[in-house]
């Protein structure tokens, strides 16, 4: 069915300023208003949209609201839907960044901080077991979970390598026979590509000839990023942590941490961290200016792909749902993500708890080994309270976050 943009643009900005809650709550959201309450797309449509998104790189609760945005008014509204779920949430994230560049070592911001950084671990462990309990149904996702972890955990092997590996168990695996598939839209598919391909490259290929190199390197990595993050912002946070804090030198691990708390806290798609990482990165080798124009290049070439795939692939989307290989390359992908979070897990938590963590070689593996003498019993505290709030109070994550971050001012205060 069709709607008018001014609905499109009323519903979906009311959605995009408070969609607190990471991936999960926002697509909750979505669908008691799409579904139930507006009866824009029906229950059928919208999971097929859900299970095409996961499938893709990218902030799957953003592609499903463009998806959604062009199933009722075409380019034009999945543009408008597109854009009021991200705008802001990421307008907020730049006076955040900005604040934490030129005050984030004020003792009271540091105090703050100490406590949204316990609440950080509680929250991916809390991603952990949802993910979990919806991609480990069989003995052989469990497998794939646990060669995932040490895959990346131990052996430091590449992200994108452990994601084309279970894609490919999963589709060589999958079974059954294919659906009768509807009628796909008529569209040009290689000129979408071509046009939204130009879209999202052409501001790197400006910097580039201004001869700004960092902005190069920021608009460079954050566009692989864009084509790796399989699984959602959880499952490539630790790909992209080692990859700015120990490769590139942009962050310190406490700064990455830091700038997932203040993710957490905004409103829209949790990989708007990838912004404060581009301002910090930017502002660290040209100050406030050059970190802006690294902001904005980053939230590019991140979020311009999600209208790339889903222009050139939502067409298709009802006839992917009938393949059964696609679909089972799908649920590998997902259980080997449990794996990559249970890594960003253990990476929050050592780099968090412990104030010295060392990367130890025990044969052909590569351990991270905390100092113990180095653990802050005052962050173990306050994530023991933030998981009581979280798990036994089902408070919610705004509330938490506020709670938490009073709660860090006064252990800091008492010392």
């Excluded at 490259?201 to 399989?230: S, Y």
């Excluded at 962050?251 to 990482?277: K, N, R, S, W, Y």
Aim: charged share 10%; hydrophobic share 55%; net charge neutral.
């Amino acid at each position: 069915m069709a709607a008018p943009l001014s609905d499109i643009a009323r519903v979906f900005g009311k959605i995009g300023i408070l969609s607190f809650g990471g991936p999960a709550a926002q697509i909750a959201v979505m669908h008691r208003v799409l579904v139930d309450e507006r009866g824009w797309l029906t229950e059928k449509q919208y999971l097929n949209a859900l299970s095409f998104c996961m499938l893709l790189p990218g902030p799957e609760a953003t592609q499903l609201a463009t998806y959604a945005g062009w199933r009722l008014q075409g380019v034009r509204g999945g543009l408008l839907a597109g854009l009021l779920f991200v705008l802001p949430g990421a307008l907020v994230m730049l006076g955040l960044a900005s604040a934490y560049a030129a005050f984030g070592q004020v003792p009271l911001v540091e105090a703050l901080f100490l406590g949204i950084k316990a609440t950080v671990i509680v929250v991916v462990i809390e991603a952990l077991l949802r993910v979990a309990k919806r991609a480990l149904k069989t003995p052989d996702r469990w497998v794939l979970a646990g060669l995932s972890f040490l895959g990346i955990f131990a052996f430091h092997l590449p992200f994108p390598l452990i994601i084309v590996l279970a894609a490919a168990y999963g589709a060589l695996t999958g079974g059954g026979e294919a659906e009768t598939a509807p009628p796909r839209a008529e569209v040009s598919t290689l000129r979408t590509i071509l046009i939204w391909g130009t879209v999202w490259l052409a501001p790197i290929a400006l910097v580039w000839a201004l001869g700004q190199e960092r902005l190069v390197e920021v608009g460079l990595f954050f566009a692989k990023l864009a084509v790796v993050t399989f699984g959602g912002a959880y499952a490539v946070l630790a790909y992209m942590a080692q990859e700015v804090v120990a490769d590139r030198g942009w962050l310190t691990a406490t700064q990455m941490l830091d700038g997932l708390g203040l993710a957490e806290t905004t409103p829209g798609p949790l990989i708007l961290v990838t912004e404060f990482v581009g301002y910090q990165a930017g502002y660290d080798a040209g100050g406030p200016a050059l970190a802006v124009a690294a902001a904005a290049l980053t939230l590019w070439v991140t979020f311009a792909p999600c209208f790339l795939w889903i222009f050139a692939g939502a067409p298709y989307i009802e006839w992917i749902a009938t393949r059964p290989r696609l679909t089972g390359a799908l649920s590998a992908i997902t259980a080997a993500v449990v794996g990559v979070i249970l890594n960003l897990s253990l990476w929050f938590a050592t780099h968090v708890f412990f104030g010295t963590v060392t990367d130890t070689a025990i044969g052909p593996m590569t351990l991270p080994v905390p100092d113990p003498g180095s653990l802050d019993p005052r962050v173990l505290a306050l994530s023991a309270v933030a998981a009581f709030l979280i798990f036994r109070l089902r408070r919610s994550l705004p509330v938490t976050l506020g709670l938490m971050a009073l709660a860090g001012v006064a252990v800091s205060a008492i010392g």
